[in-house]
């Protein structure tokens, strides 16, 4: 069936530092990918999307590609904050034709000034 | 808007106790799903639903119950409660897709369950 596997953490970095958050997945044809980010005590906010291979989501300087040569969808910023300290989630949204989403196991970012 | 609103926040069961999560939404979306969250497990379907008066089944959904009998409300029935079904319990909803295109799930802020 169809699953996503995520990067470990959890991942300090610094303010100002580079992040990339592994993403790979399994699935049958090409479904959307998404990345899903939880701050603490809240609920999961969707942070970006890529439909179609080759596609680049982007938002609040976050970005992954759509790789299907290595079935991929990291996500990368270039200079976090420490307001982007939270759990991010990769997932994949299931091909049966509801709206589920099978997700990563989370990863937990922490970002020190 | 008040989004997608869960209650209660908190909740201690003992075990084989029975409870009912409630979940709503006033965005008058179509669908409407229960994951449940637990730590090296990401999030799992339990329960959703396209539409009023139809619900299906998702990746967990052994010792929960659901029904939808208006488009707001989608409740979480726990039957006889366990300790395996301590968890984060989130609902989310969206509008219903239309061919391809995916529409984005709003999640509630989650309650959390212990079981003892």
């Known amino acids: 069936g169809d699953s996503v596997t995520q990067m470990e953490g959890p991942v300090t970095l610094s303010e100002e530092a580079f992040l990339t958050i592994n993403c790979t997945y399994t699935?049958?044809?090409?479904?959307?990918l998404f990345w899903y980010v939880q701050y603490p005590g809240e609920g999961l906010q969707l942070l970006l999307k890529?439909?179609?291979?080759?596609d680049k989501g982007s938002n609040k300087g976050f970005e992954a590609t759509y790789r299907k040569e290595t079935t991929s969808f990291h996500l990368e910023k270039g200079s976090v904050q420490v307001s982007d300290s939270a759990v991010y989630f990769c997932a994949l949204r299931d091909q049966t034709g509801a709206n589920n989403l099978f997700f990563g196991t989370g990863t937990r970012l922490t970002v020190i000034p | 808007n008040a989004g997608v609103t869960q209650t209660p926040k908190f909740q201690v069961l003992k075990t084989g106790q029975s409870m009912t999560l409630q979940c709503a939404q006033d965005?008058?979306?179509?669908?409407m799903s229960w994951y449940r969250q637990d730590p090296g497990m990401g999030l799992r379907l339990i329960h959703y639903?396209?539409?009023?008066?139809?619900?299906d089944q998702g990746e967990v959904p052994n010792g929960y119950n659901v029904s939808r009998s208006t488009t707001e409300d989608f409740p979480l029935r726990l039957l006889s409660a366990a300790p395996s079904q301590t968890s984060v319990y989130f609902c989310a909803s969206s509008k219903q897709i239309t061919g391809t295109t995916y529409n984005e799930q709003f999640f509630g802020p989650g309650t959390r369950l212990t079981v003892l």
């Open positions: 965005m008058n979306h179509e669908y």
């Open positions: 699935a049958t044809g090409y479904p959307s």
């Open positions: 639903s396209v539409g009023a008066g139809i619900t």
């Open positions: 890529a439909t179609k291979a080759d």
